[in-house]
């Protein structure tokens, strides 16, 4: 079926493939392809037919759980699904460090793109810990520590809190993802694995970019991780038609 978006400035067309195994609906946006289990339209269904026809739209993020009697967006990510040569955005860089370090486990190397934002979070760390030596415990202990502290004088200057909880759960998702030594783990060890990961000078079969890193670049193979986190930070109308914006540039990147 051929469509047109919301606007009615570009096109795209669904379809159901029943070749596939599980059966799936197939969305295509240019070059652009998304695929979704059939089976969701049925148990929508069954789900709407007990409820009389009548549910809430949910607003929860993926792998957390939707409130109950609405009808929320899920998607989960296995990385052996996803082919060598492959790159995956998102909106922010926790979901992309936790996504990186389950290839690593599965023995698939992958990088960060954005030394800056390794850098940044190096900053980060630095700032919250002032030692390398300290367990790791303790460090995430103070990095939360830190993290609330920016954000109730960022909140107090009415700016945005994002960026620094972003910076604290990809720092937690670091130290989670950290391989267990001879000794015990300290803030060192997640300095270390911050260069690893945002390594651009070493090629990977997996590469992963926030959807602002990947403006202006095309991969063969493009996935976006947690799409509903486009728009979940608009507080203006401006600010929702930049995450318009954001949305276009995820799903125009597949060559």
């Keep these: 079926v051929k469509l047109k978006t919301p606007p009615g400035t570009s096109d795209y067309e669904m379809w159901l493939d029943e ?4 059966p799936a609906i197939v969305c295509q946006v240019g070059k652009t392809q998304l695929r979704y289990d059939a089976r969701c339209v049925e148990d929508l269904h069954a789900m709407l037919k007990k409820h009389g026809d009548w549910m809430l739209l949910g607003s929860a993020d993926e792998q957390k759980p939707a409130a ?45 793109l954005g030394r800056d934002i390794g850098q940044s979070l190096q900053t980060f760390l630095k700032k919250a810990c002032r030692s390398g030596d300290i367990p790791i415990r303790e460090a995430m202990a103070l990095v939360e520590t830190h993290a609330q502290a920016l954000a109730s004088i960022a909140e107090a200057k009415g700016r945005p809190v994002e960026a620094i909880w972003d910076k604290a759960d ?14 015990p783990a300290t803030a060192r060890d997640i300095f270390s694995a911050i260069d690893r990961l945002f390594d651009q000078k070493t090629a990977t079969p997996i590469t992963l970019s ?16 947690r799409p509903s986190l486009i728009g979940k930070f608009a507080r203006t109308p ?12 995820a799903i125009t990147r597949a060559r």
Excluded: M
């Design 19 to 22: 070749a596939a195994d599980p």
């Design 170 to 183: 990809s720092i937690s998702a670091i130290a989670e993802g950290l391989p267990y030594g001879d000794g």
């Design 210 to 225: 926030t959807i602002h890193k990947a403006k202006g670049r095309e991969w063969p193979n493009v996935y976006i991780l």
């Design 68 to 112: 109950e009697g609405t009808v929320a967006h899920e998607a989960t990510f296995k990385p052996e699904a996803i082919p060598n040569g492959s790159t995956i955005l998102c909106r922010t860089n926790a979901p992309l460090v936790e996504a990186a370090f389950r290839f690593i486990r599965g023995g698939r190397a992958a990088k960060v």
């Design 238 to 249: 401006a600010d929702a038609q930049q995450e318009q914006n954001l949305r276009y540039v």
